[in-house]
């Protein structure tokens, strides 16, 4: 009886495993005996297609529509600050606020509003330090709004509707990137 030594083959063999889709298979001829030995390790072509599928900028969309919402709170608040700082008719009068008068918030707006609008350009470009920006001035600029109900309650509901939209919008968003 003859007996194979396949020791030296074996020890020889290297240790990384096969590319995706490729087979084990040894790189000397087997012979007719070890022919019938030979292992095959068979990987599905759905798991292979499923990692591909991800796209790597899974999420983007909230990221873009967290800046686009950003942009235009940014805008209004401008706009809003200086409408207040001019005393305008756009705002009910004798309103009675916790701190400060209406030109007090006008101000405080007005700066909020040019923050975003920077801060905007900056999710534009994909910075994560924009990203930080935007989630602190986003909660400065909800906690703004709800300050402002005494002087145009509906308009202050929306501006801090989308203030929390482009917080979550800015949360949300995980990339290896930032």
């Given at each position: 009886m003859r007996r194979a030594d396949l020791t030296p083959s074996v020890v020889a063999a290297p240790l990384s495993g096969p590319a995706p889709g490729e087979?084990?298979?040894?790189?000397?001829?087997p012979t007719t005996r070890e022919a019938d030995l030979s292992v095959e390790t068979p990987t599905p072509r759905a798991s292979r297609d499923r990692a591909s599928a991800i796209p790597a900028d899974a999420g983007?969309?909230?990221?873009?529509?967290?800046?686009?919402?950003?942009l235009i709170d940014g805008v209004l608040n401008f706009i809003?600050?200086?409408?207040a700082i001019d005393d305008s008719n756009f705002?009910?009068?004798?309103?009675?606020?916790?701190?400060?008068?209406?030109?007090?918030?006008?101000?405080?707006?007005l700066i909020l509003g040019s923050v975003q609008?920077?801060?905007?350009?900056?999710?534009?470009?994909?910075?994560g330090f924009a990203r930080g920006v935007g989630v602190v001035f986003a909660s400065l600029a909800a906690i703004a709004a709800l300050l402002m109900l005494p002087a145009y309650p509906l308009w202050s509901i929306a501006l801090f509707t989308?203030?929390?939209?482009?917080?979550?919008?800015?949360?949300?968003?995980?990339?290896e990137d930032y």
């Open positions: 087979s084990v298979r040894t790189t000397t001829h983007g969309g909230w990221l873009t529509f967290a800046g686009i919402l950003l809003g600050g200086i409408a705002f009910v009068g004798n309103a009675k606020f916790q701190f400060g008068d209406l030109n007090t918030w006008g101000w405080v707006i609008v920077l801060t905007a350009v900056g999710l534009f470009a994909r910075n989308m203030d929390i939209l482009i917080i979550y919008g800015l949360v949300s968003y995980s990339s």
